[in-house]
């Protein structure tokens, strides 16, 4: 197999057949495999493996690899005891399996799933000098740092104590609270046998064990009448609610982070005032601040200083542009557009696209960098037409008069009613099974029915998607309705996943993670499906912004993540 397909099998699997047949009492291999790996990709996982199951047992070529998919579904949905013994199946049926090594590292996975860490660790060691070496490390450490009681630990460090990652993830756990002085010739030998950061694992602040400190320069308006803030202030209270409980599971995991709240608005002098104390020269991280004045501010302050600067909410690349030590937490538009028509051109044929768009500045931009990503992949643009909602028969007039034969997609990028029901009513009326791509915004129309918008081929440009049916959300939730008697909303699960993510970089690398960004990809987040600053597409170069940007698709009115991380 292929490592693309492990890890990317939406493009392979949306060309299959994006409307399954009604579960066929007979249908030939090839279907049922397609239909599998499309189940599979819609993270229907019961599904998937009843689709695939057949397959498993037989001479089929189709055989090894549906058995691979099956594991894989039987793990995402947590039925690891089927997902194993479906993979000793497929090791021992088809040994010579050109896919053997994602197998392997798929039962590592499993292996860890289970509590069997010793014999995880023994199988990623079969990977070492393979193309899958560098995510077995980030398996490792990704599971090691799971492990929480220090007895089990140095089990492993008895017999994996000479595993890089084994010893490194040691030591991050001895200085983030393990540490006794008794323990400081066990430290000094591990850095110096694996040539570890002395400054990082043996200076006095890291022996003394006070966590990493994290500034939030964020405007609570503590200074305004409560009555006159609440509402308007309600997204950075929600934000604070959503980093305070990460904090709590981060704690929980040996990583302390302490927060320091600085009330800051739109006032450049008081952001500088804010600044220049003392206290925040010696912070590890700042989030913030929103404002886009005062964020300037603080990158030119991060430049200066080398400190890292996340951007909690902007979705304008500009703010971190030319900087490296600032971030945005968001996928800015431009990502967002360059990654839809990526997407658009892999699973669309032919690659041909029409594109409308609004006359406001941002889906100007983001019509900008579609057409623009689209054409450098190889795709061809027959119409590339500006609106304005405001003009209702000019709107009406430009959608009706569109020619949509021998397209491959049609590409609308506005958030009007206006422009959302023309779209709809001319797609079903002359090309109902043309592919659309357009904002996830109109799914909040009420001029256009869900079921609509299902019975098209629409798909949806979705950053903030979070799925609240996985068991994550469904945890945060609950803990967040208990501790606050509210229920949590968009700005509350992205302070936890922000807060969350960089405390994990903070304890893994330090406060200048920024030259570790590049190595550790995109992966899932917590309630994110992605989260990460690399670009594959660009060779894995560092960018300043989120670069997983989900694309859904209504699927018997239920919405579904087609782009999602393996």
Do not use: C
Not at 64 to 85: H, I, N, Q, R, V
Not at 373 to 398: D, I, M, S
Request: glycine share 4%.
């Amino acid at each position: 197999m292929n490592r693309s397909i492990r890890k990317n099998i939406a493009g392979v699997a949306l060309a299959a057949a994006l409307a399954l047949p009604a579960l066929a009492q007979t249908q030939d291999p090839a279907t049922t495999y397609s239909n599998g790996k499309v189940l599979l990709q819609q993270q229907r996982y019961d599904l998937a493996m009843a689709e695939l199951l057949p397959l498993t047992n037989t001479g089929s070529a189709y055989a090894p690899e549906a058995s691979y998919f099956y594991a894989l579904a039987a793990l995402k949905s947590g039925k690891t005891d089927e997902a194993y013994k479906m993979l000793l199946q497929l090791q021992n049926q088809h040994p010579s399996w050109e896919g053997m090594a994602d197998a392997d590292y798929l039962l590592a996975n499993v292996l860890f799933e289970q509590g069997e860490y010793e014999r995880a660790l023994s199988k990623l060691q079969e990977l070492q000098g393979t193309s899958l070496a560098s995510d077995a490390e980030g398996l490792k450490r990704y599971y090691l740092m799971r492990v929480n009681d220090r007895g089990r630990y140095e089990q492993l460090m008895r017999r994996f104590g000479s595993d890089k990652t084994v010893a490194q993830v040691y030591a991050d756990k001895l200085i983030a609270g393990w540490y006794r002085p008794q323990d400081r010739q066990l430290l000094e030998s591990l850095v110096q046998e694996f040539k570890l950061d002395r400054n990082r694992y043996l200076s006095k602040a890291a022996l003394n064990n006070k966590g990493y400190d994290v500034a939030l320069l964020l405007p609570f308006q503590l200074n305004q009448p409560y009555s006159q803030t609440a509402r308007k202030n309600q997204f950075v209270t929600d934000m604070y609610a959503g980093m305070k409980l990460a904090q709590d599971s981060l704690m929980q995991q040996g990583i302390n982070i302490n927060l320091f709240t600085y009330d800051t608005s739109a006032d450049t002098v008081g952001v500088k005032r804010v600044l220049e104390l003392p206290e925040v020269q010696q912070m590890d991280l700042l989030i913030g601040p929103i404002y886009k004045s005062t964020a300037k501010v603080a990158a030119r302050y991060a430049a200066k200083n080398n400190i890292n600067v996340i951007n909690p909410l902007s979705q304008d690349v500009d703010m971190a542009k030319g900087n490296n030590n600032v971030f945005l937490f968001e996928s800015s538009i431009a990502t967002q557009a360059r990654q839809a028509a990526t997407f658009a051109y892999q699973n669309f044929s032919p690659k041909t696209a029409t594109i409308l768009f609004e006359n406001a500045k941002e889906d100007t931009t983001f019509a900008y960098f579609y057409r623009q990503q689209f054409q450098k992949l190889g795709g061809k643009v027959k119409t590339y037409k500006k609106f304005n909602p405001a003009e209702a028969t000019a709107t009406a007039t430009a959608f009706n008069n569109l020619k949509l034969e021998d397209i491959g997609h049609l590409a609308v990028f506005s958030d009007k009613m206006t422009a959302a029901v023309n779209a709809t009513s001319t797609l079903q009326s002359k090309a109902p099974k043309l592919p659309l791509i357009t904002y996830d915004k109109w799914l909040d129309i009420n001029q256009i029915t869900l079921r609509q918008l299902d019975n098209l081929e629409a798909y949806f440009v979705s950053p903030k998607y979070i799925d609240k049916q996985k068991p994550e959300s469904k945890w945060f939730r609950e803990k967040y309705i208990s501790k606050y008697n509210l229920t949590p909303s968009q700005y509350a699960y992205a302070g936890f996943e922000m807060l969350y993510y960089f405390g994990q970089l903070l304890h893994q690398y330090g406060p200048q993670f920024n030259g570790q960004l590049a190595a550790t990809g995109v992966h899932p987040g917590v309630f994110y499906n992605g989260v990460g600053y690399t670009d594959r597409s660009q060779n894995n170069q560092l960018q300043t912004d989120n670069q997983f940007v989900p694309i859904t698709k209504l699927d018997n009115l239920e919405l579904t993540v087609v782009n999602p991380v393996f």
